[in-house]
Structure formats: C-alpha cells, structure tokens
C-alpha cells in the first residue's frame, strides 16, 4: 500500500478541477463517453418520433373525411343538422393536425433552444453563423405562429358547426354543453386561445416595451411557460378529440347484437358498423400523434 506524508490528502480524495472526479482517470473518461453517447440516440430517438407524427397529421385529415363522409358527408344547410354537425369533427382534427405540425416545427427545423443547447455543448457538431441561424429561426417563428393562427379559426367554425346544428329550428332543438367531452372541450379551447394570444402579443412584439422587454414579466421566464403550457393543450386537445370520437360513437352504436357469451370478440370483428372501424383507426390515430409529439418535445437533460 503506498504511503503518504503526514498531513498530506491520499491521491484517491484528491480531486481535479470542481467536478471532483480525476478527469484523467480512464474509468471517468470511458463513463463520460457512454453518458454522453445516450443523448444523441435520444435526439436521433425524437427526430424520428416527431417526423412520424408529422406524417400522422395528413393521415388523420383523410380518415375523419372518411368518417364524415360514412356517416353521411357535410353541409352548412338548415334542416340537415347532422351532415352540419359533421364539420365538428371534420374541422377539430383538421385544427389538430395543422397545430401538430406547428408544434414540431421548431423541432424538426433543428431551430428549438434545446437542440441549440447540446449542439454548442457538442464539438463535433459543425455550427453555422449567428446571423444565419437567427434568420432561419425567425422564418419558423412566422410559420409557427401562422399555422396556429389557422388552427385556431378552424377551432372556431367547428364549435360554430355544434351550435348551428343544435339549434336548428327544423331538423328540431338539441342541448347544448351537457356533455363531459364538451366541457373539456370549451376549457381546452379557452387555454388554446389564451395560448395563443400570449404567443402574438408577446412574441409578436406588441406588447414589448422600449428596448423590446416585457415590463411585466422576463421574456425568458415567458418563453418557458408558454412552451410548458403548448405540450400539455397539445395532449389535452388529443385526449378531447378522443372523447368526441367516443361520445359520437355511442350516437352511431358502435356494437353488435350477441346471443351468448362474446368470449372471442375478435372473431366478431367484421360485425362492427364501418363507420366505427374508421373512428376507431382515426382515435388510435390521434393517440399515437399525441405519444409521438410529447416525446418528440421533450427536453431531455443534457449528459
């Protein structure tokens, strides 16, 4: 066993620099490698996540199209409150896939603060100027901003589509908000319009103060309760749209009639309604977009 001076720190206590680990160590070194080896697989992991959800958004445009058209297509006609309803679903989705993408677009542009954190922390990723990299996150910032613009008019004509249909004096008077699906429907759309209100008159540049700060609040801290806020009304819209598919599918009668025990269910698939085979493609549609974006925006810790 080596021996040290009286008073003396035994090398294996000694630490280098403030990490208080021997950074020439090999077994830190070789730790370090495979700690920061697992972040590009999560970034290379939520590249792809987030261009399969991208992908999803046409998809789920095409089949609640189906569905509507199934269940008997759309009008804006009094007297046809059912096909007028149908611009509901038709429209909601339509919003949900345009904002799918504007929430991704930041991402999948490599223009988000968090992919410019790691690549200044990385030394082998090749930077570009300043100047370029501001200007290109500018232009995303517009798309962004204008993709949710429109997501939010279709919000609104779809919610104008419920109230037209329900209170359509000759197809006759239907309740209006007494459903669960449209309670966390009129929250969900408040918290979007809120959302969306911060990100134009902040953002936007009008309600800066001299010198372009926020006098109420740091812009910063801003930013990051509205990117907060933008992943949870992203999965609360895709939890809401769910439900909407689910309420509508009970109106539709979404089962079958049995004369004993259903132990194999599965065998008994081509008995559900067509129309339902479709809602059920489009919710699981929905679901797995809402999966991938969350994780395609998550911010993992840097290694």
């Known amino acids: ?67 509507a058209s199934n269940l008997g297509g759309v009008s804006w006609t009094q007297g046809e409150s059912g096909r007028v309803f149908n611009w509901h679903p038709v429209l909601m989705v339509t919003a949900y896939a345009i904002m799918n993408v504007g929430a991704l677009i930041f991402r999948v542009s490599g223009t988000s603060s968090y992919q410019t954190s790691i690549a200044r922390s990385s030394s082998s990723v090749t ?33 104008l589509a419920v109230f037209k249909s329900h209170n359509d004096p000759i197809s006759g008077y239907i309740a209006n908000l007494y459903s669960f699906h449209s309670w966390v429907g009129v929250l969900v759309l408040s918290l979007y319009t809120l959302q969306f209100l911060v990100g134009i008159l902040a953002f936007g540049g009008l309600l800066t103060s001299g010198g372009g700060r926020l006098s109420w609040i740091s ?20 939890i809401t749209i769910m439900l909407g598919i689910q309420e509508k599918e009970g109106f539709v009668g979404c089962w079958y009639k049995v004369d004993s025990a259903d132990l194999m269910p599965f065998l008994n698939y081509g008995l559900i309604p067509s129309a339902c085979k479709i809602s059920h493609g489009l919710g699981l549609v929905i679901l797995a977009m809402g999966l991938c974006t969350s994780f395609g925006l998550a911010r993992f810790p840097v290694l």
Do not use: C
């Open 1 to 67: 066993m080596p021996q040290t001076e009286v008073g003396s720190t035994p090398g294996w206590l000694q630490s280098s620099g403030e990490t208080g680990y021997d950074t020439n160590n090999e077994d830190f070194e070789e730790g370090r490698s495979s700690s920061s080896s697992s972040l590009p697989f999560l970034q290379q992991a939520q590249s792809v996540s987030s261009i399969i959800s991208i992908f999803l958004s046409p998809l789920a445009v095409i089949l609640v199209s189906i569905w």
């Open 219 to 238: 812009k910063p801290v801003l930013m990051e309760l509205h990117k907060y806020a933008g992943t949870y009304i992203h999965i609360l819209v895709s």
């Open 127 to 159: 930077t570009v100027s300043s100047e370029d990299a501001e200007k290109k996150r500018g232009l995303m910032k517009i798309i962004h901003g204008s993709i949710w613009s429109s997501s939010f008019i279709f919000g609104i004509v779809a919610m």
